[in-house]
């Protein structure tokens, strides 16, 4: 629907009748299909012509569309699926040597000496040019810019443009850069506008800041993560508010307006860049249509950085730790939690809560093993689905 030689074509048969855009081979791929918002109810309704065959219609585009534009919801015709940037194994820079489908399925999964491709500059290198296919066709210093430009195009257009509400740049360049700043925490709201208002001549309502936030997650830019609250403890010790993530993290490096060689001497923000990245991938390998990556944190310092729950109800507590000298903390956190919950179920044997099934550690390090505790050591750089 973009193609600039055919466009106004498209869009004009689109509007008097859509029906004729969808002949032709199928599968057949519609792409910014949103541009066109009646070609919804036209697969809907070819799809009830055609009985109902699975496939038959692929709908892809670049940001949600509002629901008024839509007559019918397209349930039982149409499912939706959310798609990702690529992961480090789609991108071939992962060894793929540990399947996480195997870690939850096989419990005589063997991945001691699994070993990942990349160290900790290659890391960096990896985030800072992010998950987009188009840098698969470039040199690495091109790659590089792919980001940046991205980051630039939704401050200057898409914040407007989505909703033909005009929207200042400066404000969200600045919402960004902050809520980049505050990546992998559980920064407040209150916290990023001050940090908005306090770093600029900007004066911004938290309306206004909700706003601009609201078409930012719309565009797929930001996608907090919510906290996983078990009622293992009393609610009041339970951090429930976001944790604050970017959809790449190749988008918190272009808001940071750092490059690769400045954070190989700033591990301390790549390890919070490299839990996005992680986040990545982990949505990418488990893209099904109910699983899910939540966090844990109270306030007696019991956490666990990222919580994946599978459509079936199994789930891993994970931590992110880019070095190996972290293993231990990050281990000793997962199986404290572990034995709260095994605690919980020996007081509340009417309504227990299932266990953990697998307790992961993430590193940026080189090798995969399993501990003498039974805690996974998997770097993501050897992680398939």
């Not at 698969?136 to 210093?141: D, S, T």
């Not at 590193?363 to 093993?369: N, R, S």
Request: charged share 25%; net charge negative.
């Amino acid at each position: 629907m973009q193609d600039p030689d055919k466009a106004e074509e498209y869009l004009n048969t689109a509007a008097t009748m859509p029906s004729l855009l969808l002949n032709g081979e199928r599968p057949r791929l519609i792409d910014e299909w949103q541009d066109a918002p009646m070609l919804w109810d036209a697969v809907r309704t070819a799809v009830d012509k055609t009985g109902g065959a699975p496939g038959q219609y692929i709908l892809t585009g670049s940001n949600t569309i509002d629901k008024k534009q839509i007559r019918h919801t397209g349930t039982g015709r149409i499912t939706r699926m959310k798609m990702y940037p690529m992961s480090l194994w789609e991108s071939l820079d992962s060894s793929g040597e540990v399947s996480l489908s195997e870690l939850f399925n096989n419990p005589d999964y063997d991945i001691d000496g699994a070993r990942s491709k990349l160290n900790i500059p290659d890391l960096i290198r990896v985030a800072c040019r992010g998950g987009w296919p188009a840098t698969l066709q470039m040199k690495e210093k091109a790659s590089m810019l792919v980001a940046k430009d991205y980051f630039n195009s939704v401050c200057d257009n898409d914040i407007s443009a989505i909703d033909d509400t005009q929207r200042n740049p400066k404000i969200a360049r600045q919402i960004m850069r902050s809520y980049a700043r505050n990546i992998s925490t559980l920064a407040k709201k209150t916290n990023i506008l001050g940090d908005i208002v306090s770093s600029e001549d900007i004066s911004l309502s938290m309306d206004t800041f909700d706003d601009y936030v609201r078409v930012l997650e719309k565009l797929f830019v930001i996608q907090d993560i919510d906290a996983w609250c078990p009622a293992i403890r009393s609610k009041t010790a339970l951090r429930s508010a976001p944790k604050r993530c970017f959809t790449d993290p190749s988008i918190v490096v272009a808001a940071m307006g750092v490059n690769a060689e400045a954070l190989e001497t700033q591990l301390k923000t790549f390890g919070f860049i490299f839990e996005q990245m992680c986040v990545r991938d982990l949505k990418a390998y488990t893209a099904d249509f109910d699983s899910h990556i939540s966090y844990y944190r109270d306030r007696y310092g019991l956490e666990a950085d990222l919580v994946l729950h599978l459509a079936d109800g199994r789930y891993a507590l994970i931590e992110c730790k880019l070095g190996s000298r972290e293993v231990e903390e990050g281990a000793s956190h997962l199986l404290e939690l572990k034995k709260l919950i095994q605690e919980h179920n020996k007081s509340e044997e009417q309504v227990p809560l299932r266990e953990p099934d697998l307790l992961i550690v993430m590193t940026g390090g080189e090798m995969a093993y399993t501990r003498h505790d039974g805690v996974k050591v998997v770097p993501l750089a050897c992680l398939k689905d």
